[in-house]
């Protein structure tokens, strides 16, 4: 705050207003600094990429650099959809999200129920052990998930990926759902219990139309989650029959080194869902996130 | 909840529709039991039997070693660094997203217009794949053709034009800055999120008393936020601790070891050198490592509710 400096005669109206009019002014003035030396630091790498990405080859490697191509093209969003390696793995990555999704909300819808509506012995534990498959370090799992998958003959194939996925997405989707379904009044579930209304029946015709909102949260979870995963891709594909989009990119390097106007279109287009995604679901992610860790 | 005792006359119906109603809620969260005794259950129990075996490739022979691996990493002259190798990017990367997490939840807080379309543009980062970030980064700070080096020397500065990457001084701050970029966002929600839920008017009487800007985030925000910072804080610690991507995309843990942290060096005992009982051992001691932080948190946190009335 500024004080306005007032010498010998009593503080006036006129004082007060022109000391608040001040302080809006330099609140205004500190929060657009900031803010936008925020949004500096968080846009600009990402609109150098972009700019890379649309550049001709000649041109990204110029000097000085040019943050607007002075020849827009889309060349290099056109080599990554010629590249069969990259459509591969694209295509990979959708039915391993896809498959990822698909499960989670099946594990999510029954568990979520459950830890909902009963009270069982054992209940506190097994959801705190859920809680806990979340924040469990992925890492550490590398060693027996790749002897599980390998006894099991499930490396480099879309259900074993899909099941080591699993680990990251089910434990969100029961936490989401359990949380929607607790605020479900239980009235309407007597009503169709009255009705004749079997526990199937009711979770079809009853729970899941009602709980469109956080199914769509949860599927768009889940598949961000699968899309962008690293680490268990990694470990258990090799080859580029089974790898999906992120592996593809981390390792996009041929005999001339690496395209960066090439990687870069590719990463625009393997960062689009994410975007769509995070902007449609962002509170709801979040509060998902968190409440976990806040509080039972 | 559907009541199922009414009368004690029908006692002995209630006992049999409570059996049912287990049974049922059984029934519900058994793909749940199952995932977690496959995938939490058995990995660990798995991880502890390996980690006291020499595990033969391919045919994953187990011979029991008692505490060979443990002692081999504890007798490893590599493990001091890597340890503080491990402290230093947590450290930097946690005080790094806390501390711009921290601001920026503060500056787009405030009621002015047009942060609202700023906030979406910070989350950006946040939303995209950690590779893409990785690569991004590492395109950014290339050596010849990077637009950091080259801007750098397009303003007269070339001796501020470092090899980034390769060079093990600076490898590590340009891997911290590249993950904390990508990660700081989702602290700024936390925060703000709480932010939003504090009521206004506290404010306004502090601020009628002659408080200024500062009395008031130090004696009524901060004090409000301290639940929400802690656990930013433990799960920020966590993620440090076993993160992967950014690293390994980034350096691969080089030059020179300089960035190989606790979850590359389990990678890479384990697949690249295929020691993998030597893999498990770390992973043990990492597994234990995360409980630590988990009881620290827990304990600090039942008391600080104790402290404040609440139940714990």
Redesign the interface.
């Known amino acids: 705050?500024t004080a306005i400096p007032s010498i010998g005669r009593p503080k006036t109206a006129h004082d007060y207003a022109m000391r608040q009019m001040i302080g809006t002014v330099g609140?205004?003035a500190?929060?657009?600094g900031?803010?936008?030396i925020?949004?500096l630091?968080?846009?600009l790498?990402?609109i150098?990429?972009i700019s890379?990405a649309l550049k001709v080859p000649s041109e990204?490697?110029a000097?000085?650099?040019s943050w607007i191509p002075t020849t827009l093209t889309f060349e290099n969003f056109l080599l990554v959809v010629q590249n069969k390696n990259l459509l591969r793995a694209f295509l990979n990555t959708l039915i391993i999200a896809s498959g990822t999704t698909f499960v989670a909300l099946?594990?999510g819808v029954?568990?979520g129920?459950?830890?909902a509506?009963?009270?069982?012995?054992g209940?506190n534990m097994?959801l705190w052990?859920?809680l806990?498959?979340k924040?469990?370090?992925?890492?550490?799992?590398?060693?027996?998930?790749?002897?599980?998958l390998?006894?099991l003959q499930m490396m480099n194939t879309y259900q074993g990926l899909i099941?080591?996925y699993?680990?990251v997405t089910?434990p969100v989707a029961?936490w989401l759902l359990k949380g929607f379904f607790d605020k479900i009044p239980?009235e309407i579930?007597?009503a169709a219990?009255i009705d004749g209304c079997n526990?199937p029946q009711l979770l079809w015709y009853v729970i899941l139309p009602m709980s469109r909102p956080a199914m769509i949260a949860v599927a768009m979870y889940s598949f961000i989650l699968a899309?962008?995963e690293?680490?268990f891709a990694?470990?258990f594909t090799n080859g580029l029959e089974r790898r999906p989009l992120?592996i593809a990119?981390?390792f996009?390097i041929d005999e001339n080194g690496i395209r960066?106007g090439e990687?870069?279109a590719a990463?625009v287009v393997?960062?689009l869902p994410?975007?769509i995604?995070?902007?449609f679901a962002?509170k709801l992610l979040?509060?998902g996130?968190?409440d976990g860790?806040?509080k039972g | 909840?559907?009541s199922t005792r009414r009368t004690a006359s029908r006692r002995s119906e209630s006992i049999s529709l409570k059996a049912q109603?287990?049974r049922?809620?059984?029934?519900?969260?058994?793909?749940?039991?199952i995932?977690?005794a496959?995938?939490?259950i058995?990995?660990?129990i798995?991880?502890i039997y390996?980690s006291f075996s020499k595990v033969q490739l391919p045919a994953?022979r187990t011979t029991f070693v008692g505490f060979d691996n443990f002692m081999r990493i504890l007798n490893n002259p590599e493990t001091g660094p890597l340890v503080q190798r491990t402290l230093v990017w947590i450290a930097g990367s946690v005080a790094l997203k806390m501390a711009?997490g921290l601001?920026?939840a503060l500056?787009?807080n405030?009621k002015?217009r047009?942060?609202v379309w700023?906030r979406?543009?910070?989350?950006?980062?946040?939303?995209?794949?950690?590779?893409?970030g990785?690569?991004?980064?590492r395109?950014?700070v290339?050596t010849?053709?990077g637009?950091l080096n080259?801007?750098l020397?397009?303003w007269g500065l070339e001796s501020w034009a470092l090899n980034w990457l390769g060079d093990p001084s600076t490898a590590m701050f340009t891997v911290i800055v590249a993950y904390s970029?990508g990660g700081f966002?989702?602290v700024m929600?936390?925060i703000l999120?709480r932010l939003q839920g504090l009521p206004e008017d506290i404010n306004e009487a502090a601020r009628v008393d002659g408080a200024?800007?500062w009395q008031i985030f130090r004696y009524i925000t901060l004090p409000s936020l301290s639940?929400?910072l802690a656990?930013a804080l433990?799960?920020e610690i966590?993620s440090g601790?076993?993160s992967?991507?950014t690293l390994?995309?980034m350096t691969g843990g080089g030059p020179a070891n300089a960035t190989r942290i606790?979850?590359i060096d389990?990678?890479k005992t384990?697949?690249t050198e295929f020691n993998?009982g030597g893999?498990?051992a770390q992973?043990v001691l990492?597994?234990a490592a995360?409980i630590v932080v988990?009881s620290i948190y827990g304990g600090v946190n039942s008391r600080i509710a104790r402290r404040q009335g609440e139940p714990a």
């Open positions: 705050m609140k205004y500190l929060v657009y900031l803010g936008l925020f949004v630091f968080s846009t790498p990402l150098w990429g890379t990204v490697y000097f000085p650099p099946i594990v029954l568990g129920y459950g830890f509506r009963y009270h069982f012995p209940r097994l052990s859920v806990f498959t924040l469990f370090p992925r890492v550490v799992v590398i060693v027996p998930f790749f002897v599980t390998r006894n099941l080591v699993l680990m089910f029961i239980v579930e007597e219990v526990l899309w962008n690293f680490l990694l470990v992120s990119l981390a996009f960066w990687l870069m990463s393997m960062s994410a975007i995604v995070f902007s962002q979040v509060r996130l968190s860790a806040v | 909840m559907v109603r287990r049922r809620a059984y029934l519900l969260v058994a793909p749940a039991i995932l977690i496959l995938m939490m058995y990995p660990i798995q991880t390996f994953l711009l601001i920026a500056v787009f405030a002015v047009g942060t700023m979406v543009l910070v989350i950006l980062p946040w939303a995209i794949p950690s590779v893409v990785a690569n991004l980064w395109w950014i290339q010849d053709a637009v080259q801007t020397r397009s970029w966002a989702f929600l936390l999120a200024n800007w639940g929400v656990v433990i799960l966590v601790m076993n992967f991507d390994m995309i606790w979850g389990i990678y384990g697949f993998l893999a498990a992973s990492m597994f995360v988990f």
